[in-house]
């Protein structure tokens, strides 16, 4: 998984500058003491750069962005949110006079 593997290089290599450190990919990154509110910001810019999304302020929340599994879920949501929807028809109302050819 892709998106994982960055996020986690992201977060080992800007809040632990590249230390070891033991976490699962359900553990609270604040209550781990891996990151703080800057670094909440920090981690918004990035999953804003990197793909294209945008992060509402009321997104903000632990349940969005507080372990790798809420930020991927949120991710994901994120993505199908903003996912074009599926091609409808255009019913195009059709003036007779016109189609008569008559003015």
Do not use: H, W
Request: proline share 5%; with cysteine; aromatic share 6%.
């Amino acid at each position: 998984m892709q998106e994982k593997d960055e996020l986690c290089r992201f977060i080992v290599d800007n809040y632990l500058f590249g230390q070891k450190m033991e976490f699962s990919d359900d553990d609270s990154l604040m209550e781990k003491g891996i990151i703080d509110s800057t670094g909440i910001l920090e981690l918004v810019s990035f999953l804003e750069d990197r793909y294209a999304v945008r992060v509402e302020d009321e997104e903000l929340v632990p349940e969005n962005l507080d372990s790798v599994n809420n930020v991927l879920r949120f991710l994901q949501s994120k993505r199908q949110a903003s996912a074009p929807a599926a091609a409808q028809p255009v019913e195009v109302p059709v003036n007779p006079a016109l189609s008569l050819g008559v003015a």
